[in-house]
T-cell receptor
Framework: DAKTTQPPSMDCAEGRAANLPCNHS???????VYWYRQIHSQGPQYIIH???NNETNEMASLIITEDRKSSTLILPHATLRDTAVYYC??????????????FGTGTRLTVIP | EPEVTQTPSHQVTQMGQEVILRCVPI?????FYWYRQILGQKVEFLVS????????KSEIFDDQFSVERPDGSNFTLKIRSTKLEDSAMYFC??????????FGPGTRLTVL
């Protein structure tokens, strides 16, 4: 799996957009970018994934650069409940069998009132 | 919304005892997983399971560990002889081939 690099921590004001960057310069053509988060000691929560096009769902937007070497997860209106550790994971295409995930240390996002 | 469930939420056991952690994956998912997280550390992959057999396992998943799908709904992780260092949160997860992976709330295992 391609290695990812994320800042260890970020702050965001409540109600503002949170933009979480991830570098994955060694990503290969068949690898997707996945984002998960873990709130305190709860189970990781799937947020979104994408290959090369930008993606949006009810939780977030994922912006992937044209060269696919980096991406940004956007939480459009951060709330206090979005305080969590956010993980960017690069994995081969999900159709290729089990989707084993290897978590790094992620970005600890703190939403400030 | 469908979710992965796990029981018990907290298990306390004596070193050397066997424990079985139970999970009910999301019903239409085909792939099942166990992960663990030692307090203050990263979430670690243990094993993936598909079509009634292990598809991949990590170095952590040694002979003390086993998994089973005893019926159409449950997925279990057994630790035969627990050690102090097995104390951790154990997360069960399931996925479809083309989507995200959904995690349960975890079982906190404490080995005394």
């Amino acid at each position: 799996d391609a290695k990812t690099t994320q800042p260890p921590s970020m702050d965001c004001a409540e109600g503002r957009a949170a933009n979480l960057p991830c570098n994955h310069s060694t990503i290969s053509g068949n690898e997707y970018v996945y984002w998960y988060r873990q709130i305190h000691s709860q189970g990781p929560q799937y947020i979104i994934h994408g290959l090369k096009n930008n993606e949006t769902n009810e939780m977030a937007s994922l912006i992937i650069t044209e060269d696919r070497k980096s991406s940004t997860l956007i939480l459009p209106h951060a709330t206090l409940r979005d305080t969590a550790v956010y993980y960017c994971i690069v994995r081969p295409r999900p159709e290729a069998g089990a989707n084993n995930l290897f978590f790094g240390t992620g970005t600890r996002l703190t939403v400030i009132p | 919304e469908p979710e992965v469930t796990q029981t018990p939420s907290h298990q306390v056991t004596q070193m050397g005892q066997e424990v079985i952690l139970r999970c009910v994956p999301i019903s239409n998912h085909l792939y099942f997983y166990w992960y663990r997280q030692i307090l203050g550390q990263k979430v670690e992959f243990l094993v993936s399971f598909y079509n009634n057999e292990i598809s991949e396992k990590s170095e952590i998943f040694d002979d003390q560990f086993s998994v089973e799908r005893p019926d159409g709904s449950n997925f279990t992780l057994k630790i035969r002889s627990t050690k102090l260092e097995d104390s951790a949160m154990y997360f069960c997860a399931s996925s479809e081939p083309s989507g995200g992976t959904f995690f349960g709330p975890g079982t906190r295992l404490t080995v005394l």
